[in-house]
Nanobody, 125 residues
Framework: QVQLVESGGGLVQAGGSLRLSCAASGRIFSIYAMAWFRQAPGKEREFVTGISSSGGSTAYADSVKGRFTISRDNGNTMYLQMNSLKPEDTAVYYC???????????????????WGQGTQVTVSS
């Protein structure tokens, strides 16, 4: 009932910036929290950042705090502004959306009902 499509990935030099977008379609009125996860080759999918339905609450992984900023607009498009990128940020970035009210951590992968296909971010040294 909800489709998520990521865009904005690409190749960038260390220290550069990139902005990812996650466009939601379908029953967007049913979306609650949203989040970004990433997965590097040979590693598990890890939490990056999450945002509440209203945008009034956010959470960040320690590894990206101060460099990345999550936001969402009234049309349920979510953004990830990435600054001061490092080679270790290289991964496929996925957006996720929660289709029900949930009181737990944004980092809980199991809470999310919808996932995008991912967009590749590569940071060269």
């Amino acid at each position: 009932q909800v489709q998520l499509v990521e865009s904005g990935g690409g190749l960038v030099q260390a220290g550069g910036s990139l902005r990812l977008s996650c466009a939601a379609s379908g029953r967007i009125f049913s979306i609650y929290a949203m989040a970004w996860f990433r997965q590097a080759p040979g590693k598990e999918r890890e939490f990056v950042t999450g945002i509440s339905s209203s945008g009034g609450s956010t959470a960040y992984a320690d590894s990206v705090k101060g460099r990345f900023t999550i936001s969402r607009d009234n049309g349920n498009t979510m953004y990830l502004q990435m600054n001061s990128l490092k080679p270790e940020d290289t991964a496929v970035y996925y957006c996720a959306a929660d289709g029900q009210r949930f009181s737990g951590s944004y980092a809980n992968l199991q809470r999310y009902d919808y996932w995008g296909q991912g967009t590749q971010v590569t940071v060269s040294s």
